[in-house]
């Protein structure tokens, strides 16, 4: 199964661009990547999601390596309201259907203002 | 956009008897829908996938008898946690998804099981 690893936290400055990594090494050609976000006692939220291309959306962008064994989720001017716990799964539907999802250890992100 | 409700979002039972968590998908169909467990300040433990329709396949180390899992409509599926214990305390999450792996994942508000 593909595993995913992230630093367990990082910290940042307001208001400055954040890189959160993720290494997907055993990824398949059909996982999609995907990126959601956890406050404290909340169900996580969606942040974004790609295959190969980088993505953008209001929230952040998605840059996926050439060989897809990583990507980097980055924040472009981190807020206090970033601060969350990060997780970057890796999404699969298998051949009759089943879904499998591999999630990572997900990272701490501390904003400090 | 699409929203995934969970209910209760608390709740408090006596160890040895059973609760139900419910997991709806308001304004889509989910074909999957997901069941995880998370303890303080840890991460998400998927423990089992459930299709509509069809047995819920669980994760290593989950015990299917203890944690049933039920999928019965495309909007709703149920967690059960049988005999209790003040071990199963947890915070538990559902997401829902439909089938194609390009689609995002939507996520439940989470439930607090506290097994008194």
């Known amino acids: 199964d593909a595993k995913t690893t992230q630093p367990n936290s990082m910290e940042s400055n307001e208001e400055e661009p954040v890189h959160l990594p993720c290494n997907h090494s055993t990824i398949s050609g059909t996982d999609y990547i995907h990126w959601y976000r956890q406050l404290p006692s909340q169900g996580p939220e969606y942040v974004i999601h790609g295959l190969t291309s980088n993505v953008n959306n209001r929230m952040a962008s998605l840059a996926i390596a050439e060989d897809r064994k990583s990507s980097t989720l980055i924040l472009h001017r981190a807020t206090l309201r970033d601060a969350a716990v990060y997780y970057c799964i890796l999404r699969r539907i298998g051949y009759f259907g089943n879904e499998k999802l591999t999630f990572g250890t997900g990272t701490r992100l501390t904003i400090i203002p | 956009g699409a929203v995934v409700s969970q209910h209760p979002s608390r709740v408090i039972c006596k160890s040895g008897t059973s609760v139900k968590i419910e997991c709806r998908s308001l304004d889509f169909q989910a074909t999957t829908m997901f069941w995880y467990r998370q303890f303080p300040k840890k991460s998400l433990m998927l423990m089992a996938t459930?299709?509509?329709?069809?047995?819920?396949?669980?994760e290593q180390g989950v015990e299917k008898d203890k944690f049933l899992i039920n999928h019965a409509s495309l909007t709703l599926s149920t967690l059960t946690v049988t005999s209790a214990h003040p071990e199963d305390s947890s915070f538990y999450i559902c997401s829902a998804a439909t089938g194609s792996s390009g689609n995002t994942i939507y996520f439940g508000e989470g439930s607090w099981l506290t097994v008194v």
């Open positions: 459930s299709n509509e329709g069809s047995k819920a396949t669980y």
